[in-house]
Every structure is written in C-alpha cells, then in structure tokens.
C-alpha cells in the first residue's frame, strides 16, 4: 500500500507541474552546483590578437583562466533544466572553438545537453590570437612561435575538461544575487560639431560637443555556496570590456586577474570567478576626460591604473555579498533556453566600398613593397577588403542573413542573457528596460565579437560604427533586443515583477 501511496502521489506531482507549466507558473527546484577553473595560458612567444599590428608576446605577466559554474536544477517531480558557463580570459569565442568545446564534452558525457554549454570572453586585447583567417590575419612566423591551431586545440581541450570537472562535481549549493555599483566603464566615442564621432578621440578641442552614449555603472553579482556555507564562486558582471593594457606585448588577462585574486585574497583562496562583460561595444575602463584628477587620486593611493579599477570593483562586489548574504536560495526556478536568430547583414554602401577598396590598395601595396610591412598592413589590408567583398556579394543579394545564438536564462528572480557581439551599451539598456526580471545580467562576447552600434553611431563614422567594424547593423541589433526581451519574459509571471 505504501508503495501504491507513494507511486500515486507521484504521479499527481507530475501532473500538476505539467498543468502549471501550459499556465506560464514555473516552480522551484533544488539547485546543483558544480564549479572549476583550468590554466589555459599559452607557451611562449605567442601572438597577440586585438590589435591591428602583429605583437610576439615574450613575457607573461599574468596567468590566463577559463572558468566554469554548471547548474542544474532537480526535483522528483521534472528532469529540470541545465547552464553550464564559462568565463575565458581570451579577445573573443570563434564558433569552431564552442562547436569543438561541446563535442570534446559530449564524447565524455552522452546523455548532457551541450547546447546549454555558452563561453563568454573577457576580452583582453593581450591574449593569444586563436583563428588566423584571411577576414583578419597576422603575419604570424612559422618557426619559433606558438601558432593559432595549437593554441585553440589546448584552449578547446582545456575548457573541456574544466566542464567536465564542473559537471560531474554539482552538488547541492545556494545562490543570491546583488547589485552595486562602481565608475569603471565609460564612453569612448567623442562627438564633434559637425556630427561626427571617434572612438577615443580628443575632448579638449573646441568643436567637442559631448560624448555619444551613455555610461553604465552597475556591477551585477551572482554568489554560489555549497551546503556548508561555503562561498566557492562568484561571477561579476561589469559593462565594460578588459582593456586597460590592451597595447602591451606580453600575456595579460587585464583587470580581470587583479579582481579575482583581491576576491579570492577576501573569500579564499579555491574561489571560481567568471568575469562577464556586459553590453559595452562603446565603452571602456580609461576616461577621456579629467584623466589628471583621476591619475593624481591613483598615485596618491600608491596604486597602478589596473589596481584602481580592480579595488573599485571588488569594493562593489563586497558590499552586495554583505548585502545580499542573508538572502540565500536553495530552491530556485532554473530555465534556460537557447536559440539561433537570424539577424540581417549590414548593407555596404558604395561610399563605404569606395572607402575600404582604397585603403585595401594602399595596406596591399606597402605589403607587395615591402613585405617586412606585414607585421603594421596585413590585419588593415584585410579588414577593408572584407567590405569591398561584402559589397560585390550583396549586389545579388540584398537580403543576406546571419545566424546568431543567443542565451536566455532564469535564475530565480534574475534573467542572464548572452549574445556574440561588442553590443553597444544602448542596446543593453533596451533590454533591461523592458525585462520582468528583477534583475538583469546581460553578457556580451559569447561569440567571435564583432560590433553591433546604433543608429545613432553609424550616422556619426568612426572605428566600431563604420562598415569594417560591423557585420550586423541597426536594424539587426533591434532584433536581437526584441527576441532577448520575448525569450526573456516569457520566463517570467506578471507577479514576479
């Protein structure tokens, strides 16, 4: 009879959760948690990507880190829902190295969801390059330096592991979640008087008029504990890309190693740290203006500009863990949904073609003069004959598509929401305006990481707005924001605004 009993009343939990599902009601489940972190700094020299100049790294300065918290939710009512989320200390995420993560993962764990698997970048300009295709490329040596190819199979097996670690260690943890808030982002496109814009250009000219876009000073925080109480990882999410020494010759993972070693030097020294970077395309951690107010504050507390930033933000995060701290949840609703959408490509105007086939002829012929001028010309060269190619394609066709793949979570009370590009601060904005969620975590970067400005970058030019910067434009970014916010909130209950 018990056994009937219990059989039954299994039976009717099961229903009930189907039913509560077709009503939009999601209910709480018991959350798994399993975190690592793995080495993937590569073996010297290597090549340098994000700049347009060929850089050999002789010299680390920091350790580069991929790092992992996978969750599951679990009940005996559903089979529940997965995330597994991976931070790495590199420029950007090309789709072979996330195709090849999830297939390394699912040869050692068959029956895992690896579409639920996202990678996000950091975006550290002094990383290895990872794909050398012609779209940009250096004129990376032969001999003698660490090439692309061997640097992505140790990153793609590397990461691999740390998943596989991550998931088969889940165990049952707590979760909360805090806002703060710290001025480490700020706009890096200049407006002038004529309407035009530059990125990083000169405020102190007469004809300055204001900057372009918004400032973004929220420092949003997950924290993970196990049943003990234990914190063991934490990600910080900062809508700001990790440039600060982005125009060094040596392997550095930027701001974003000093935060996590002051985190771990508070809360231990096996605490996991995802750094996520919010939307933050027209961003960055160097003002460009009142820089002497803030370099004399710096030196006065005997710090580096990289230190500065890190204390700020770990200032920010401390406060939202003695917050938040209290507010733990050990049953929580985890959904997670992922779909590819199609997003139009930018159309190339015949000026903007006209612009990018003379720079290509000037880059291609120093090159042909003098092939020593690779190292400055090959990622140029390039880079404008990618629009020139782009142009002579859509004269067929004006219609042409992208597909991107875009993650929607819930968490809780909070949404995570990922996508591809360097997404303009503004598109973020949208996003969370419109979010149900009572906090929204909006995570830039889990693609290769093209621009994607506004409307209102394009009309101004400048590098990260005109066509070379952009594959996908205005109208696209529009449609990202739409499907994000759809996806998003239907997650959510009216009642849990």
Known sequence: MKNNYQILRKAILILSFGLLCNQGILLADELLVGVSSIDITPQLPVALDGQFHLRIAKTIET?????????????????????????????????????????????????????????NAVHTHTAPVLVNKNT????????????????????????????????????????????SHAAIAYS???VYAD????????????????????ENHDVNTLFFWNKSGKLVATAVDIPCTAQEVEGRSAVNADYIHPVRERLKKRFGPDLVVLGWIGASGDQSPRPLYRQAAEERM????????????ARRICIAVEEAYETVEQDRHEDVILVHRVESITLPLRIVTKQECDISRDEFEKADALIKADPRAADQQLARRNWNLSVVERYNSQKSNKNQTMQSEI??????????????????????LRIEAQSKALQTFIIQLTGPGTYLPTAKAVAGGGYSAVAQSSIVGPDGGQILVDETVRLMNDMFVPASR
């Open 63 to 119: 350790p580069l880190t991929a790092n992992v918290i996978a969750l599951e939710s679990k009940s005996d009512s559903s089979a529940g829902d997965i995330a597994i989320m991976v931070s790495a200390d590199v420029v950007g995420i090309p789709v072979d190295a996330l195709m090849k993560i999830r297939e390394l993962v699912k040869s050692s764990i068959s029956d895992l969801d690896v579409n639920k698997i996202f990678i």
């Open 136 to 179: 940009w490329g250096y004129a990376i040596p032969k001999e003698g330096v660490t090439q692309p190819e061997e640097y992505m199979e140790m990153f793609t097996n590397r990461i691999a592991e740390a998943i596989i670690k991550a998931w088969n260690d889940r165990k049952p943890g707590i979760v909360s979640w805090g806002l």
């Open 188 to 190: 890096r496109r200049t």
């Open 195 to 214: 309407g035009t814009a530059a990125m990083y250009g000169k405020t102190d000219r007469p004809d300055f008029r204001n900057m372009e876009g918004i």
């Open 298 to 309: 710096i030196k006065l507390r005997n710090l580096e500009r990289i230190d500065e930033i």
């Open 407 to 428: 993650h929607v979570l819930r968490l809780g009370d909070i949404a995570i929401c990922t996508n591809g590009f360097e997404l303009f601060t503004d598109y973020g």
